[in-house]
C-alpha cells in the first residue's frame, strides 16, 4: 500500500504543483494587463491630448486619440474577463459596504461623464451587502461605464441603491439611448453591442457583468425604454448587521451629501 501512496503521490502533488505555478503565472499575466499596458496607452493619450491643445487637432490626431480610446476600452473588457476566472478560483464573499463603493465609482468616472456631457449623480446610502468586493466593483464599473457610453450629451445618471427585503437592490439608472425589446434577449451576450453605432470595444463588457453575477449568486434586472434611458439593477443579499456601518459614517455625511449631490 505504502508504494501505491507513493506511486500516486507523485504525479498528483506535480499535477498540484502544475496548477499552482499556472495560477500564478496567469496572475502575473493579469498583473501586467492591468497595469503594464496601461501605462504607454496612457502616455500616447496624454500625447494626443497635448497636441490638441496646441493647436494640432487635425483628424489624424482625432483618429489616433479615438484608436487609443478603443485600445483602453478593450484592454478593460479583457481584464475584466480576466478577473473573474481569477476570483472564481478562491471565491470569498464578505459584508461590502456601498457607500464608499459608489464615491469610489463617482470619482474614478466624473471626468469619463464630463467628456460626454453627462451628469453624474449619487446618492446616499449605509446599505451593505454579501459579496465579493472585487467582483462587485467590476461588475459597477461595467455598468456605469456603459451607461455612460450610451448617454447622449446632457443625459444624466444616477447610481443609488434599495431595501428589498432579504436583498439590496443596487442601480444604475440613464437616461440613454435605451434598448429595443427585440435586443433584449441578446443583452447579456458576449460580442453583443446595443447600437451599432458604437463599433468600440468588443462587445464583452455585459457578457463579464452577467458571468460575474452569476458567479456571486447574485441577480441581475434591465428594464429599459427606447428614447428614454435604462435601469441595470444587482440583486444581492443584504448583509447584517447594519448597526456596524451605521457607525462607520464620518459626521460630516451631510455635507459631504451635499457636495456629491452638487456634483458640477
Do not use: W
Request: proline share 4%; aromatic share 4%; hydrophobic share 40%.
Amino acid at each position: 500500500m505504502g508504494n501505491l501512496h507513493e506511486g500516486l503521490c507523485g504525479p498528483i502533488c506535480r499535477g498540484e504543483k502544475n496548477l499552482r505555478e499556472a495560477h500564478e503565472f496567469y496572475s502575473v499575466l493579469l498583473g501586467m494587463a492591468g497595469h503594464d499596458l496601461r501605462q504607454p496607452l496612457q502616455v500616447i493619450q496624454l500625447t494626443y491630448d497635448r497636441l490638441g491643445r496646441d493647436g494640432l487637432e487635425t483628424e489624424q490626431v482625432r483618429r489616433g486619440r479615438r484608436a487609443v480610446q478603443r485600445l483602453r476600452e478593450q484592454l478593460d473588457q479583457l481584464v475584466g474577463a480576466m478577473r473573474i476566472y481569477e476570483q472564481a478560483a478562491s471565491m470569498n464573499l464578505a459584508p461590502v459596504r456601498l457607500q464608499p463603493l459608489f464615491e469610489a465609482l463617482y470619482r474614478d468616472h466624473r471626468e469619463l461623464a464630463l467628456r460626454h456631457g453627462v451628469e453624474m449623480r449619487i446618492c446616499e446610502t449605509d446599505a451593505a451587502v454579501v459579496s465579493n468586493p472585487v467582483l462587485l466593483d467590476g461588475v459597477m464599473r461595467n455598468l456605469l461605464q456603459n451607461a455612460i457610453k450610451y448617454t447622449p450629451p446632457g443625459g444624466r445618471i444616477l447610481l443609488g441603491a434599495r431595501r428589498r427585503g432579504a436583498n439590496v437592490r443596487i442601480d444604475i439608472c440613464d437616461t440613454g439611448i435605451g434598448i429595443a425589446p427585440d435586443q433584449m434577449p441578446r443583452v447579456f451576450e458576449a460580442f453583443s453591442r446595443l447600437d451599432t453605432a458604437h463599433t468600440e470595444g468588443l462587445g464583452l463588457g455585459l457578457y463579464v457583468v452577467r458571468r460575474a453575477v452569476g458567479l456571486l449568486g447574485h441577480r441581475i434586472e434591465v428594464r429599459s425604454t427606447v428614447g428614454s434611458g435604462s435601469r441595470f439593477s444587482v440583486l444581492a443579499l443584504k448583509a447584517a448587521p447594519l448597526h456596524a456601518v451605521h457607525t462607520e459614517v464620518r459626521p460630516d455625511s451631510a455635507e459631504r451629501k451635499a457636495k456629491l449631490a452638487s456634483g458640477f
